[in-house]
């Protein structure tokens, strides 16, 4: 008889230790790392992926290993998490963004720590694990190429997510905002090969026929090399999908060729990083590349072609005041972008930002688990905390209220025009209506469950696996 192969079970967290109850997101999309690890693991075990988004954590699990990708945020909970496997005698890998950046902090908590980018590492992990001789650190070899990467499993994302077709065309991004993860320990903007690329969006086995018609290129900055993001656009559009989903930093939407591309691919969500309507507040992170003038022109160009504007937006920047935040619901309105994603401003624990609130004396916070954009870390110069936490609150409960959402919608679709055949047309309504609801929906969802109504105080134990504070300093 044949003998049964080890099980692999990898995990993406998503849980904040501060909740009282599992939040559990409405996202409808999945994120990248765990199906890219699973489409890289050897077959020599049998692999399930576990995303904590939708999901809780499955003690019970028959796994022989577990391995946890987690955010800097994260790294407290997925502490516990490894403690309590290794207590059930399984083994524990750790790895993603922030194990790379400071394996010192946590190795001691996993069996072993992947330090880099998964895919020259990863197969040879395994093997060890399954042989017994797992080493306590592997190290990625930085200037590696990003070539003949597999696909992800997408037969292994729960069929709660609605698009499941995740991948990525580059890794890093050019700029240097001084909040941005990225800049801890840059990596050069590197690309992979188009026909890479197009290989992972055609290997859509196993998946409904509606699943396959819907995709997200989930690269931080799609649009970071022009020449090359006009190339996958104009492959992209041979795969005839419905809809395609892409990260892109606003600089690159002056360029018409590469918008007329982005809708020639059917491109019907653009998630942009605008993060503020304050100008100053944007120079003072080092985000030179936006200007709050155009905002409302280049969100109106992408909506005129049948393309959402997704727009990432941060409360309690710098240079931020009572008048802006006052009139900020009108002035949001006014550029007229589709769903925003809203966060506090994060100091990223060894980013430039979190640097200079060190020197300046700014922090107030060392507890890594509030550093998720729900909680102010830090004194800001200008506001109280009850300012800025009733402006979040405020500009939520504004923008997300029905008939806001109701008013954008009309105006998106007044802006359309029949340039194809009246089917094709149709579908494209059908389409961006069902993407805007479900973005509104996720959104609205998060700021009700995940926005507090008044100010954060540390009133959550900060032991228990907790980083502490002599390691922030």
Request: hydrophobic share 40%; glycine share 4%; aromatic share 10%.
């Amino acid at each position: 008889m044949k003998a049964t192969k080890p099980k692999l079970q990898i995990i993406v967290l998503f849980q904040n230790l501060i909740d009282e109850e599992p939040y559990y997101a409405l996202s409808p999309a999945p994120p990248l790392p765990g199906i890219l690890l699973a489409g890289m693991t050897p077959p020599i075990v049998d692999v399930e992926v576990l995303h904590e988004m939708v999901r809780p954590v499955d003690y019970s699990t028959d796994a022989d290993i577990i391995a946890l990708s987690f955010m800097d945020y994260l790294a407290p909970h997925a502490i516990q998490v490894a403690e309590k496997f290794r207590k059930l005698g399984k083994t524990v890998i750790g790895g993603g963004k922030f194990a790379s950046t400071f394996p010192d902090m946590i190795e001691k908590y996993f069996d072993s720590i992947l330090i880099g980018e998964a895919q020259n590492v990863w197969p040879q992990m395994v093997k060890d694990a399954v042989n017994g001789n797992l080493k306590k650190r592997y190290y990625a070899d930085p200037s590696l190429s990003l070539k003949n990467i597999p696909p992800p499993r997408y037969d292994l994302v729960e069929k709660k997510y609605t698009a499941p077709i995740v991948t990525e065309t580059s890794r890093g991004c050019p700029h240097t905002c001084t909040y941005c993860q990225l800049n801890i320990n840059k990596l050069p903007y590197r690309t992979r090969p188009v026909e890479d690329v197009i290989n992972d969006l055609k290997n859509t086995k196993g998946l409904p026929f509606y699943k396959r018609k819907m995709a997200m290129i989930l690269d931080n900055n799609f649009s970071g090399d022009m020449k090359y993001s006009k190339e996958v656009l104009r492959e992209v559009a041979k795969l005839k999908f419905w809809a395609v989903g892409v990260q892109i930093s606003i600089e690159s939407l002056r360029d018409d060729e590469f918008v007329d591309l982005m809708s020639k691919a059917n491109c019907r969500m653009a998630f942009i990083g605008m993060e503020s309507l304050n100008t100053a507040s944007l120079l003072s992170v080092q985000k030179k590349q936006n200007k709050v003038e155009e905002y409302k022109s280049i969100f109106d160009k992408l909506h005129k072609r049948g393309i959402l504007t997704f727009t990432g937006f941060m409360f309690a920047l710098d240079e931020d005041t009572v008048e802006y935040y006052k009139n900020l619901p009108t002035a949001l309105d006014e550029v007229d972008n589709s769903v925003i994603l809203s966060s506090i401003a994060i100091p990223i624990y060894g980013t430039p930002l979190y640097d200079k609130n060190i020197e300046e004396g700014r922090i107030v916070d060392y507890n890594i688990s509030h550093y998720e954009g729900d909680h102010l870390v830090f004194r800001h110069k200008n506001l109280s905390d009850q300012e800025i936490y009733a402006a979040y609150k405020e500009v939520n409960r504004s923008f997300f209220s029905l008939g806001s959402i109701m008013r954008r919608w009309l105006r998106f679709i007044k802006k359309q025009r029949i340039n194809e055949s009246l089917p094709q047309f149709l579908l494209k309504i059908i389409i961006t209506t069902f993407i805007y609801f479900k973005l509104s929906v996720f959104q609205g969802h998060h700021a009700r469950k995940r926005v507090f109504n008044s100010v954060h105080k540390n009133e959550h134990s900060l032991s228990e696996g907790i980083i502490l504070k002599e390691q922030f300093t």
